[in-house]
């Protein structure tokens, strides 16, 4: 419902622009994101400011003392560090959503005003600078937005949105129910997720508002892609409507949070892809539960047969909403292996920021440590790992990204495949296990020979179509192929 007083959606995003000199969105591609790696971060934890004093957190302090507020990263911050990420071989960076927030909105998913940027993380000059140097670096920068809700009522009374802007009446929003049954689509979709107030897509000033703001944002600083929060509590419909009103064509990766293919499946379309979970949990099942690794086949097979292009999902081991790798099953081999898999195979690999220094927080929000414990160490063993890889995949051809993973054997404890000139050997077995097979059926000539980026003295040459292949201490085997 409109009123005779209420402001047109442009005139609320008329508010939102400061004066700062347009960037201008980069507008790059769905299949051109195919070349990315992308490094998320919460803004809040990545990097504090080095060169002024936060009132939050002092930057001199080791660690963050209560992960449950705010910790003190900014836009500066992260400007400061940028060179960290490139070093890790990155070249997409995936930052929090950046509204002004309700209480403790650290991680910017509780938006309070959309006309306003989250103070705590910098000034709209501070964020307008810090998409312009990742530009300059070549990174492509990743925006994360909510579309689903607002923030928490801070007051407690839950029909009190008077708080909020612009949304700030109750016919903004669907009346209160709680998501109980996620099974019941209707109920996600209408629901209230976790006490937080439902936007009503379907009313137009709410609908003109979200598309107005995000194109606003996007011409106001150049934002590369985005990530779309809550996408199942969204009606796909709305997403398909939202998705085509985006001027700039920028990329949309959806979180669906749900390890079922159909569910996931067709949602490729209404945006451009999806976060991988039915892979996430298929490797979380094989390398941190220890099951058989055919399972892999089985999900590669699936996905195949019911996504539109499962070269454009998003592949992750580590994210925000669930434990850390090393949390549930703390061997830094079996997490190499895992990474070996996105990292190569066919998607998008993201790495999740602490990772490469082998973080293990557990839920929510130990999971979501500030870097700065770390001393933001490059010689670290996981970092260097990741580098090696991360060098090794960005100096493939082109055509590599667009190219098919070939499954070439595989056991309950190994899964080896190829996909162009690279051969990936992992198990699932930790430190210390041994496995290994003869490998047929490779698409190379005999004589070939297979290089271990990850130890250069293990080589092996095409035989017969053929090699052997032996993991003898649990880490897995990253070959290229020369002739």
């Known amino acids: 419902a409109t009123s005779s007083t209420m402001p047109t959606a442009l005139s609320v995003v008329a508010f939102a622009l400061v004066l700062v000199l347009p960037t ?80 403790n909105g650290y991680h910017g998913y509780w938006q309070r005003d959309l006309t306003k940027l989250n103070e705590h993380f910098g000034s709209s000059a501070d964020l307008s600078q810090m998409v312009q140097s990742a530009h300059n670096q070549g990174f492509w920068v990743m925006l994360d937005i909510v579309i689903n809700h607002m923030g928490n009522q801070d007051n407690g009374n839950l029909n009190d949105f008077s708080s909020f802007y612009p949304f700030n009446t109750s016919d903004f929003f669907h009346s209160y129910c709680e998501i109980t049954d996620f099974t019941n689509q209707h109920e996600v979709e209408f629901c209230w997720l976790a006490n937080l107030p439902d936007l009503a897509q379907e009313n137009n000033f709410v609908s003109d508002t979200l598309i107005a703001w995000i194109n606003s944002m996007i011409s106001t600083y150049g934002f590369d892609g985005l990530r779309c929060d809550t996408v199942l509590e969204v009606p796909s419909d709305y997403w398909q409507y939202y998705t085509s009103k985006i001027t700039s064509g920028v990329f949309t990766i959806g979180e669906v949070d749900n390890g079922d293919v159909a569910v996931n499946a067709p949602l490729q379309g209404p945006l451009d892809a999806t976060l991988n979970y039915p892979m996430y949990w ?101 970092f260097t790992f990741i580098q090696t890889l991360t060098q090794t995949r960005l100096a493939l051809p082109a055509v590599y990204v667009t190219t098919s993973q070939q499954e070439l054997y595989v056991l309950d404890d190994l899964y080896v495949y190829a996909r162009g000139p690279i051969v990936v050997a992992m198990t699932n077995g930790g430190c210390g296990h041994s496995t290994g097979a003869n490998v047929p059926n490779l698409p190379y000539a005999d004589g070939t020979t297979l290089v271990n980026v990850l130890n250069p003295s293990d080589t092996l040459s095409v035989n017969n179509g053929q090699v052997s292949i032996s993991i003898t201490d649990g880490n897995p085997k990253v070959y290229k192929a020369s002739s």
């Open 282 to 382: 298929t490797l979380r099942h094989v390398f941190q539960e220890v099951q058989s690794m055919h399972m892999i086949s089985a999900t590669l097979q699936e996905e195949r047969q019911m996504f539109k292009d499962i070269q454009l999902l998003g592949l992750f081991l580590d994210n925000h909403d669930n434990p850390r790798f090393l949390n549930i099953r703390n061997d830094l081999c079996a997490l190499r292996n895992g990474l070996a898999y996105i990292l190569f195979a066919e998607g998008i690999p993201i790495i999740y920021y602490g990772t490469e220094q082998g973080f293990d927080g557990g839920n929510d929000p130990q999971n979501r440590e500030d870097l700065w414990r770390s001393g933001y160490s490059t010689a670290s063993p996981m």
């Open 24 to 103: 201008g969105s980069q507008a790059h591609s769905a299949s051109e994101w195919k070349s990315r790696v992308i490094y998320q971060l919460l803004t809040d934890r990545f990097a504090q400011d080095s060169s002024t004093t936060n009132t939050t957190l002092n930057a001199t302090d080791a660690q963050c003392g209560d992960l449950s507020s705010w910790c003190g990263g900014t836009y500066k911050g992260l400007v400061d560090k940028m060179d960290y990420i490139q070093n890790l071989g990155a070249n997409a960076i995936w930052i929090s959503p950046i509204p002004s927030q309700t209480n």
